[in-house]
C-alpha cells in the first residue's frame, strides 16, 4: 500500500473518538503527530544540543513512527538521513487542511506542490490540529510548542476572570462591543499574557538566528505580541509583505543571506486560503484560484530558484482545515433561551465548540435540555470529560489554572455536518472551522529540503 494512504488510515483509526460519543470525529495528537509536534521538530532539529531545550519542556518532536508503519518509518529515517538541517522555515497555510490539500493534488490544481510531496527530498503525510480547530488557539500551539491545556488560549471567544469579559482574541478586545478598539495594555497585556514560553524567544537563547515574514498589517497586533513576546524576531527581525508571492520573494532573498555557520528558523504564515474558504466555502472555485497562485509563486520564488540548498528545510503545514456550512444543518442558539439563562455568562468558545459556564445548581437542568433537544447534533462532554479524552491535551499532563477555567463547566460540539451560530438575524460564514471532522482537524505535514 501507498505509504501516504497507509498513513492516512493508521491516523485515522489511532485518533478516532469512540463511537459512542460521535462517529467519524477525531481528536488531535500531542503526542507526536500534530502541530505542536511539528513545532517542536524544528525546536529539536536547531537546539537539540542546548540546554534550553531541556529546561523548557515542549511537546515531543513529530514522529511518524508512531503509526508503525516499515515503509513510512523507512521514508522518514531516510529522509532525515540526506543532509545535515541547519534552517528551517515553518509556513502556516491558514485553512489549508489535509483532505482540501489532497484533492487540489488529485484535480492538478496544485502541480508544483504535487511534484514537491513526491520527490526524493520530500516527506509527506497527514497530520492532525488542535482542538479547537481554530485559528488563535492552533497559531499559538505552533509558537510555543505547548498544548492548549497549557498555554490557555482554548479557543476564540473566551470569558477572562483577569478584565471580567468573554475576549475575542482576534481582536484582542470585548466580544460584545460597538467599537474594534483593542484592550489597552494596563487593561489586558500581550505581552504577558502566556503562562508559557514561545519558541521564537527560547531559540534566541539557544543562538539560532529567528525570523518572522507576515503579513504587514499583522505588525504589533496583539496575537503578534502575545504569540512572539519578549523576542528579537518580533522587535527586530518581523519582515511585512502585501501578497503570498512578496511573502515567498523575502523568504528567497533572506534565505540567500544563510551561511551553514549559523543555524536559523523563519516563521512564515500565510492567511489568504482562510479568508476565500470563509468568503466563497473551502474548494470554491475562487479558493482554488487562490491556492493554485499560491502553488504557483512557492514555486517560482523559493522551490526552482533554491534547488540544491539541501540544509535548508520547508516545513510545510496548515494550522487547521475547514468545512462547508449547509443552511439546512444550522443551529441557531438564540431559539434556545432554557439554555441561555443558565448560563453564568454568555455561551463562549466558538461556533463549533461552545463552552458552558453554567449556573450553580443547574447543571442537571443544562444537561437534560442538550439531552432531550439537541444529543442528535451536539456532543456533550463535561470539561473532565474532555481533558481525559486528551482534547486540550495529553490525558493526565497538568492543565494551567487559566485553561480549566476558561473551559467552563462543559463543552459542546456539533457532530456530522451540523454548525452553531448564534442569531438567525446576523449574517453567517459558508465556511466553517473549530470541531473535529475530518476536514477541520486533518493537516499536512510536509517536510521538503530545498
Known amino acids: 500500500m501507498n505509504p501516504i494512504i497507509a498513513a492516512e488510515q493508521a491516523l485515522l483509526e489511532r485518533q478516532k473518538l469512540p463511537i459512542e460519543l460521535a462517529s467519524g470525529m477525531l481528536k488531535p495528537s500531542y503526542d507526536g503527530l500534530g502541530l505542536g509536534n511539528i513545532a517542536a521538530l524544528a525546536f ?15 511537546l515531543v518532536p513529530f514522529n511518524p513512527e508512531l503509526l508503525a508503519i516499515k515503509s513510512l518509518t ?11 538541517i541547519n534552517h528551517v522555515v515553518l509556513i502556516i497555510l491558514d485553512a489549508f487542511g489535509y483532505e482540501q ?3 487540489l493534488i488529485q484535480e492538478g490544481v496544485i ?14 503525510m497527514p497530520a492532525t490540529s488542535v482542538f479547537p480547530t481554530t485559528t488563535v488557539t492552533a497559531l499559538t ?8 491545556a497549557q498555554h490557555g488560549l482554548v479557543n476564540t471567544h473566551v470569558y477572562f476572570q483577569e478584565v471580567g469579559s468573554l475576549v475575542n482574541l482576534i481582536g484582542f478586545r470585548p466580544s460584545f462591543t460597538p467599537t474594534s478598539a483593542p484592550y489597552l495594555d494596563t487593561q489586558l497585556n500581550p505581552d504577558t499574557l502566556l503562562p508559557v514560553h514561545n519558541i521564537y524567544l527560547l531559540m534566541e537563547k539557544a543562538g539560532v538566528d529567528v525570523e518572522i515574514i507576515n503579513y504587514h498589517k499583522f505588525k504589533n497586533t496583539s496575537i503578534s505580541r502575545f504569540t512572539s513576546a519578549g523576542s528579537n524576531a518580533l522587535l ?18 533572506r534565505l540567500l543571506c544563510k551561511t551553514p555557520d549559523f543555524k536559523s528558523f523563519t516563521y512564515l504564515y500565510i492567511p489568504e486560503i482562510d479568508t476565500f474558504a470563509h468568503c466563497y466555502q473551502p474548494l470554491s ?27 535548508i528545510v520547508l516545513l510545510i503545514t496548515a494550522d487547521h482545515g475547514q468545512r462547508s456550512v449547509h443552511p439546512d444543518q444550522i443551529i441557531w442558539f438564540n431559539h434556545h433561551p432554557t ?8 455561551l463562549t468558545g466558538g461556533t463549533q465548540a461552545r463552552y458552558l459556564h453554567i449556573n450553580k445548581g443547574k447543571e442537571k437542568e443544562v444537561y437534560d435540555y442538550v439531552q432531550q433537544n439537541l444529543a442528535d447534533k451536539f456532543m456533550l462532554l463535561s470539561k473532565a470529560e474532555a481533558i481525559k479524552l486528551g482534547l486540550l491535551g495529553l490525558p493526565g499532563e497538568e492543565i494551567s489554572e487559566s485553561s480549566y477555567y476558561r473551559l467552563g463547566d462543559a463543552i459542546i460540539i456539533p457532530k456530522g455536518d451540523w454548525v452553531s451560530f448564534d442569531d438567525d438575524r446576523q449574517t453567517y460564514t459558508v465556511g466553517i472551522h473549530g470541531g473535529l471532522s475530518r476536514a477541520e482537524m486533518l493537516i499536512p505535514f510536509l517536510a521538503y529540503r530545498l
Request: proline share 8%.
Open 236 to 253: 527586530n527581525s518581523y519582515f511585512g509583505y502585501h501578497t503570498p508571492a512578496d511573502a515567498f520573494y523575502q523568504l528567497r532573498q
Open 339 to 346: 439554555l441561555n439563562k443558565n448560563l453564568s455568562v454568555p
Open 141 to 148: 500551539t505552533a509558537a510555543t510548542a505547548k498544548a492548549p
Open 44 to 58: 529539536d532539529w536547531l537546539c537539540s544540543d542546548s540546554p534550553v531545550l531541556v529546561t523548557h519542556n515542549t
Open 74 to 84: 523507512h521514508a522518514w529515517q531516510s529522509w532525515k538521513r540526506q543532509a545535515p
Open 101 to 103: 490539500f489532497r484533492t
Open 285 to 311: 472555485q475562487n479558493y482554488r484560484a487562490e491556492v493554485a497562485s499560491i502553488d504557483f509563486s512557492l514555486h517560482r520564488e523559493i522551490f526552482e530558484p533554491l534547488a540544491g540548498h539541501r540544509d
Open 111 to 124: 502541480p508544483r506542490l504535487a511534484e514537491a510531496c513526491s520527490s526524493p527530498q520530500a516527506f509527506f
